[in-house]
Every structure is written in structure tokens, then in C-alpha cells.
């Protein structure tokens, strides 16, 4: 469908102009934060036209995924396609865009960007159990012994025990950068060193506000994180 390949290019513009304006992984947290009207512009050392763009972007790939079907069946067949073609998979619950983020531009340094490709599709209720019943396992460990890997599930357990009660801005962000990065890179690490490999991820997460505080969450009135992101990583060969 048309909005599929919108979501696509739109979360490849968000990423691309994030790398190639040299963001931290805490400078577009950030800026994921400021896309949901939540203003943190003291904390950003970032030119206010990259942000507002990024910004903008960001919003409207929000927009795309409210109006996009279920895609989690495509995901599977996609997944399933690239494991019989020999890529190796890593799978992972719950990756927000940060993280996502993070992982391109750790690629793209080591192997150049025309080694990764990002595709995402859509989990319209951002839970779990939607996207194990795509693959039809009962649960995400017996999914990962489908695909033949293990299952990466500290960044949803960070996010749930550390960072799903408000907070202040300043904690959750020195929180995210030491908990959340360190999963993205490690990833990327792994990624790069199996040279053909595929990352996916069940669903993203949201950013709340509640009295000046924030937190992070998935499934409640979800918006990006209806995203369930598959990573493409090839530092042997271009990507078809």
C-alpha cells in the first residue's frame, strides 16, 4: 500500500537527517521527545531548523502509522524470507526509534550506508502478543527458537522497571543514554560482526508528560510506537 512505502521513506528521511547532521543518540532522543509537543529546548544544543525538521518529520510518520493497517503478517513473511536467505537473526522486544537511530548510524560508520536499510511496518495495538500471533509462537522466547536466535529483552525491561514512572527530564535522558544506548550498540556490534543479519522488534514506545515530568510506554493510546522496526544490515554486499 501507498502508505507503507510513505512510512518508509519518512522514517529513512528522519533517520538520514539526523545522521548526517552528526546527532547524538541523546541529541534525537531529544528531539523524540520535543515531537510530541513536549518542550525541551534547554536541553538541546542542536540549530533550531534541524530540530523543527526533524521534528516535523517525525510528526508526520506519527500520522502515517494512525491511518496504516496492521502490517505484522507482512513483517513475518519478510522475516522468514530473509532467515532463508541466510541472514542472521537477532531479535528484540521493543525498539523505539532512538535506538533505531542508533543502530543506523553505528552501521552506516563501520560499513557505509549503503549497508543498512530500515523497513518498518505496523503493530496497531504496540503489544506483544499481536506480534508473536503473526508468527504464530506463544510466546517470544518459543519465536526466537523459530528464527534460530536468542531474545534481546533488556530494553523492554529497562523501560518498564526504570523508566515507566515520571520522571524528571534530566533523569529520564541521563537514564536512556546509560540503559537504553548501550542495548542499540551493543546490537550494532553484533549486527556488524555477523556481516548478514537482520534486527526486529515487536513494537517502539511513546513518550508521556504528567506534571513536568516524563516517561516512557508502549500500548497506551500508542502512536510511534505502533512501529515494529526491521533492520537490514549487509557489510559484505549492497542491499537488494
Do not use: W
Request: proline content about 3%; hydrophobic content about 40%; charged content about 25%.
Amino acid at each position: 500500500m501507498e502508505t507503507d512505502k510513505e512510512a518508509k521513506t519518512t522514517l529513512i528521511e528522519i533517520i538520514e537527517s539526523a545522521r548526517r547532521s552528526n546527532l547524538s543518540y541523546t541529541d534525537f532522543f531529544l528531539i523524540f521527545i520535543e515531537s510530541y509537543n513536549h518542550k525541551v529546548r534547554a536541553q538541546l544544543n542542536v540549530r533550531r531548523d534541524v530540530v523543527e525538521d526533524i521534528v516535523a518529520k517525525i510528526r508526520k510518520l506519527a500520522n502515517i502509522v494512525a491511518r496504516s493497517r496492521d502490517t505484522l503478517i507482512n513483517l513475518s513473511q519478510r522475516t522468514l524470507q530473509l532467515k532463508s536467505q541466510g541472514y542472521q537473526p537477532f531479535l528484540v522486544d521493543c525498539l523505539g526509534l532512538p535506538e533505531v537511530y542508533e543502530i543506523y548510524k553505528r552501521v552506516t560508520e563501520a560499513c557505509g550506508v549503503l549497508s543498512i536499510a530500515i523497513e518498518p511496518y505496523v503493530n496497531v495495538t504496540a503489544l506483544t502478543y499481536s506480534f508473536r500471533d503473526a508468527f504464530r509462537a506463544l510466546s517470544m522466547p518459543e519465536l526466537a527458537k523459530i528464527l534460530g536466535t536468542s531474545l534481546y529483552r533488556g530494553i523492554d525491561l529497562v523501560m518498564h522497571n526504570e523508566l515507566s514512572n515520571p520522571l524528571e527530564l534530566d533523569t529520564l535522558v541521563r537514564l536512556v543514554d546509560a540503559r537504553l544506548k548501550v542495548y542499540a550498540d551493543d546490537l550494532a556490534r553484533d549486527a556488524i560482526n555477523k556481516h548478514r543479519t537482520f534486527i526486529v522488534s515487536d513494537h517502539g514506545y511513546d513518550n508521556y508528560h504528567e506534571n513536568n515530568r516524563y516517561y516512557l510506554g508502549h500500548g497506551e493510546k500508542p502512536k510511534l510506537a505502533k512501529i515494529a522496526p526491521l533492520i537490514i544490515v549487509n557489510c559484505d554486499i549492497l542491499i537488494k
